[in-house]
């Protein structure tokens, strides 16, 4: 089953609305989430780096008031897209990587399709 | 910075051919790099992942090697089948930070 849990999977609203995307680790505990971005026919861009107890860590260009993370338990992250445009219409998808020593994938959402009419 | 380069951006083949996907990155100094798998609308699938200490790895019809030096992976499917048809996205983990830099993706589609 799915380690990594991602909801809604798919958001259409009008433009200036907020909208909230939350991912939680199923059975593990993520000290660290990922937050990308896919534009059509484009690759999966970081936007952030999601840290329990502390202030997300934004990439260049990245607007920290616009997407706002937080990160309030080890099993749960939430990126809120405020005032949201036709511009941030866009697949958002979550990563967290799973504890231990030994190289392991990161486990993925399914991703969230948000449409901003 | 790292950039990554996946080659070519789509490929179509008749069912049970095999097939080389390839990728390319700027920046050696990597700590793994990932092959996932994309469907449609859908979230990554892990496929395979390879330590920058390691050359190859392999599960099933699938083998990725791994030529740090040089910046290049590969991709190798073999028996390819309908429902391999999907989005192939190789990524690159820098020391440390456990950020990926993701390529474009190659779409391959399978013919029966």
């Known amino acids: 089953g799915a380690v990594v849990s991602q909801h809604p999977s798919r958001v259409i609203c009008k433009s200036g609305t907020s909208v909230k995307i939350e991912c939680r680790s199923l059975?593990?505990?993520?000290?660290?989430m990922f937050w990308y971005r896919q534009f059509p026919k484009q690759s999966l861009m970081l936007m952030a780096t999601?840290?329990?107890?502390?202030?997300?860590?934004?990439e260049q260009g990245v607007e920290k008031d616009k997407f706002l993370i937080n990160h309030a338990s080890l099993t749960l992250s939430t990126l809120t897209v405020t005032s949201a445009h036709p511009e941030d219409s866009s697949f958002y998808i979550c990563?967290?990587?799973?504890?231990?020593?030994?190289?392991?994938?990161?486990?993925f959402g399914d991703g969230t399709r948000l449409s901003i009419l | 910075k790292q950039e990554v380069t996946q080659i070519p951006a789509a490929l179509s083949v008749p069912e049970g051919e095999n097939l080389v996907l390839n990728c390319s990155f700027t920046?050696?100094?990597?700590?793994?790099l990932q092959w996932f798998r994309q469907d449609p609308g859908k979230g990554l699938t892990s496929l395979l992942l390879?330590?920058?200490?390691?050359r190859e790895q392999t599960s099933g019809r699938l083998n990725a090697s791994l030529d740090k030096s040089s910046g290049r992976s590969t991709l190798y499917i073999a028996a390819s089948q309908p429902g391999d048809s999907a989005t192939y996205l190789c990524?690159?983990?820098?020391?440390?930070?456990?950020?990926?830099?993701f390529g474009k993706g190659t779409k391959l589609t399978v013919n029966p």
């Open positions: 990563s967290a990587p799973p504890p231990g020593l030994v190289a392991q994938p990161q486990h």
């Open positions: 059975d593990f505990q993520a000290t660290t």
């Open positions: 999601s840290n329990e107890g502390s202030k997300a860590t934004y």
């Open positions: 920046d050696s100094a990597i700590y793994n």
């Open positions: 390879i330590q920058s200490s390691q």
């Open positions: 990524a690159v983990e820098g020391g440390g930070s456990e950020k990926l830099v």
